[in-house]
Nanobody
Framework: QAQLVESGGGLVQAGGSLRLSCGVS????????MGWYRQTPGKERELIAS???????YYVDFAKGRFTISRDNAKNTFYLQMNSLKTEDTAVYYC?????????WGQGTQVTVSS
């Protein structure tokens, strides 16, 4: 059974950095498309960045230049490095793996950016 476990969220001051990790168990890590999303109360979950199985990345506009998605195939883990954090980045962050028409979600981790 596939399982995604996130870590790395927390409280940080504006301008600071955090790195989120998503450990993936099961057989879904290979040949898959991975993404980081975030959600704030009352809003839909939104994509931040994605990476495919050959390392091609995509970023939405607000993430470009500040966030970096990466994956370590040897550790079955992918990451989101977040720099120059802003108060508006406060949200619950989710990792997801998309494979063969199915989507698997992590449990979410809170990121709070204080002014």
């Amino acid at each position: 059974q596939a399982q995604l476990v996130e870590s790395g969220g927390g409280l940080v001051q504006a301008g600071g950095s955090l790195r989120l990790s998503c450990g993936v168990s099961g057989s879904i890590f290979t040949s898959s498309f991975m993404g980081w999303y975030r959600q704030t109360p009352g809003k839909e979950r939104e994509l931040i960045a994605s990476i495919d199985d050959i390392g091609i990345t995509y970023y939405v506009d607000f993430a470009k230049g500040r966030f970096t998605i990466s994956r370590d195939n040897a550790k079955n883990t992918f990451y989101l490095q977040m720099n120059s954090l802003k108060t508006e980045d406060t949200a619950v962050y989710y990792c997801a793996v998309h494979k063969r028409g199915s989507t698997y979600w992590g449990q979410g981790t809170q990121v709070t950016v204080s002014s």
